[in-house]
Structure formats: structure tokens, C-alpha cells
Nanobody, 114 residues
């Protein structure tokens, strides 16, 4: 099970930190990702991090967002800085492995006002 939190309303230029607690799996063996979705768009990848904590980002958030993981607490994070109105979306945490197992959180809403 995945439980995401940390969303909310923030002004442009502000920051938020999303968290996702993962249970029921061997967390340290899983790859992690954050996705986001708006009502008119598909669910898009924002950032991911592998078991060696190597991270990658889509161009639109590079340099502003940071994905991280804490294997001791079975948690993943997305630090979002310099937020822009176009970052407004429901953010989902995603946990997966190379064997086809995957799990989704319920999503947390981030709203950035201009």
C-alpha cells in the first residue's frame, strides 16, 4: 500500500514536499517514481529513482524538483521548489520492479496559484 501526502495550495515560486509511505513490499528492492496528472492530460512521469538512488527528471522540472528515498523508513519524497502554475496537478507515487510488480498511491493534489 502507498499513502501520499504533502499536497496543497501554494503561490508561484513557493515550495512543497510530497511524501509517500510504502508498506507491504521489500522497499529497498523497488524503483520509485512520481507522476502527475491534470484533468485533460494523461498521467505523466515527473521523476524516478532506482535502487542505487540514481534519479532522473523530465525537462520541465529539472533543477526545481528533487526525488529521494529513505530505505530505513520505507518512504519516498519529492521536494518541489520554484513551483509554477503549470505544476498544478494530482501527484501520484509509483513503486515498481523489473519483475512486473507495481503499485500506485491514491494521489495528492498540488495547486499553484499565479
Amino acid at each position: 500500500q502507498l499513502q501520499a501526502s504533502g499536497g496543497g495550495l501554494v503561490q508561484a515560486g513557493g515550495s512543497l514536499r510530497l511524501s509517500c509511505t510504502v508498506s507491504g513490499t521489500i522497499f529497498r528492492h523497488m524503483k520509485l517514481a512520481w507522476y502527475r496528472q491534470t484533468p485533460l492530460n494523461a498521467r505523466d512521469l515527473v521523476a524516478n529513482i532506482n535502487t542505487a538512488s540514481t534519479a532522473s527528471y523530465v525537462d520541465s522540472v529539472e533543477g526545481r524538483f528533487t526525488i529521494s528515498r529513505d530505505n530505513t523508513k520505507n518512504m519516498m519524497f519529492l521536494q518541489m521548489n520554484d513551483l509554477k502554475p503549470e505544476d498544478t496537478a494530482v501527484y501520484y507515487c509509483h513503486v515498481y520492479d523489473d519483475l512486473g510488480s507495481e503499485y500506485w498511491g491514491l494521489g495528492t493534489l498540488v495547486t499553484v496559484s499565479s
